[in-house]
C-alpha cells in the first residue's frame, strides 16, 4: 500500500513533466512559426532578385540590340553624313561599354535569387521538423495528463519517451535553420 505522501510526489512529477513538456510544445509552436516566416521572407527575397535579374537581363538585351542595329546602320552606309555616323558610333561605343556591367548585375541578381531560393528551402524544413516537434510535445501532454487524470502510470513513460523524441527533433529543427 503506498502512502499519501508517495502519492502527492508522484502527482508532483506528473505535473512537473507536464509543464515541462507544454512549455517545450509552445516554444517548438514559437520557433516554428519563426521559422515559416523566415521561410517566406526568403522566398520573397528570391522572387524579388529573380525578377530584378530579369529586367536587368532585359537591359542588357535592349543594348545588344540598339547596338545592332547603329551597327548595322553604318555597316550599310545608310548614314553617310560624317557627324552623324560619328555620332552614331560614339553611341554605339557606349551602349557596348555599358552592356557587360548590366551582365553581371544580372548574372549577380540571378546567383543571389537561388541562394536565398536554397536558403528557403533550407529554413522550410527546419520549420517541418519544428512542426513535428511540436506534435510531438502535444501528444505527450495527453499522454501525460492520462497518467494524471486516470492515474494509468504506463502512459508516464511513454508520454516522455515521447517528450524525449521531440526534443530531439526540437534541436534538430533548430541546428537545421541556422
Known amino acids: 500500500?503506498?502512502?499519501?505522501?508517495?502519492v502527492d510526489?508522484?502527482?508532483?512529477?506528473?505535473?512537473?513533466?507536464?509543464?515541462i513538456i507544454a512549455v517545450l510544445a509552445a516554444l517548438g509552436t514559437l520557433?516554428?512559426?519563426?521559422?515559416?516566416?523566415s521561410a517566406l521572407s526568403s522566398k520573397n527575397q528570391a522572387i524579388l532578385d529573380q525578377a530584378r535579374a530579369s529586367d536587368t537581363y532585359n537591359a542588357y538585351e535592349a543594348k545588344?540590340?540598339?547596338?545592332?542595329i547603329y551597327r548595322a546602320l553604318l555597316d550599310g552606309d545608310l548614314v553617310t553624313e560624317a557627324q552623324r555616323r560619328s555620332r552614331l558610333e560614339s553611341v554605339a561605343?557606349?551602349?557596348?561599354?555599358?552592356?557587360?556591367?548590366?551582365?553581371e548585375k544580372a548574372q549577380l541578381l540571378e546567383?543571389?535569387?537561388?541562394?536565398?531560393?536554397?536558403?528557403?528551402?533550407?529554413?522550410?524544413?527546419?520549420?517541418?521538423?519544428l512542426q513535428y516537434a511540436t506534435t510531438a510535445f502535444e501528444i505527450s501532454i495527453v499522454l501525460v495528463s492520462?497518467?494524471?487524470l486516470a492515474g494509468a502510470r504506463?502512459?508516464?513513460p511513454v508520454g516522455c519517451a515521447l517528450s524525449a523524441f521531440g526534443l530531439l527533433l526540437f534541436i534538430t529543427g533548430l541546428v537545421r535553420g541556422g
Open 146 to 148: 492520462i497518467s494524471a
Open 154 to 156: 504506463a502512459f508516464l
Open 9 to 19: 510526489r508522484g502527482n508532483r512529477l506528473v505535473s512537473l513533466a507536464a509543464a
Open 93 to 103: 561605343q557606349s551602349e557596348g561599354a555599358t552592356a557587360p556591367a548590366l551582365l
Open 64 to 68: 545588344q540590340i540598339r547596338i545592332n
Open 1 to 6: 500500500m503506498t502512502s499519501t505522501s508517495e
Open 31 to 37: 520557433f516554428a512559426h519563426h521559422r515559416s516566416i
Open 111 to 129: 546567383k543571389r535569387a537561388q541562394e536565398e531560393d536554397a536558403r528557403s528551402e533550407q529554413i522550410m524544413k527546419s520549420y517541418e521538423i
